[in-house]
């Protein structure tokens, strides 16, 4: 079979688990504004997101409707309705970018970023950084705490080998 004349990539799949990963790659990039996948994939994504922002600048409930029985998870679909499509309202289109980033060490696919035009890689990373922060004191505390447990478990571990020996001691003693 040729891939002559084919307007759509089939990635090897039948049309469930396609349009499922492609379904999942739509929410993906519409929930973080960047996703890193391969180039192929993210060229069909691309067709996918373009068309959704395009008919949420509509902004009606046919269209709320339309999208969520194309992409059934109503948190994206309001970030789409409330928030990409006001924000590229003024853009004819060119909504997403590829950026090629090398290949992947274990097949060597060609990988790439597929990202918003407007996505800001500084703000991102900002706020990422805020969260690890907040996410390592968490696991400091409990660390400390664990250690403090494991230090009182070897204590008490301790104290019962001494209480054997002296016990075997007394044992001798009498003997």
């Known amino acids: 079979m040729s891939s002559h004349r084919r307007r759509v990539k089939h990635f090897d799949r039948k049309s469930g688990p396609r349009k499922a990963l492609l379904r999942g790659l739509v929410e993906s990039l519409v929930e973080h504004g960047r996703i890193t996948t391969t180039v192929d994939r993210a060229k069909e994504t691309r067709r996918h997101v373009e068309r959704a922002i ?39 289109g060119g909504y997403t970018r590829i950026i090629k980033i090398g290949r992947r060490p274990g097949d060597t696919a060609e990988m790439a970023f597929l990202e918003f035009v407007d996505y800001d890689f500084e703000a991102k990373t900002a706020a990422k950084e805020e969260k690890t922060a907040k996410a390592t004191e968490k696991p400091a505390k409990k660390a400390a705490s664990k250690a403090k447990k494991a230090s009182t478990k070897t204590v008490a571990a301790k104290k019962k080998t001494v209480k054997k020996t002296q016990k075997k001691a007394r044992a001798k003693s009498r003997a």
Do not use: Q, W
């Not at 029985?69 to 309202?89: E, G, T």
């Open 54 to 92: 395009t008919l949420g600048k509509k902004g009606d409930l046919n269209t709320t409707r339309l999208l969520l029985s194309r992409y059934p998870n109503k948190n994206v679909v309001s970030i789409i309705m409330k928030d990409l499509s006001p924000r590229f309202a003024s853009r004819p």
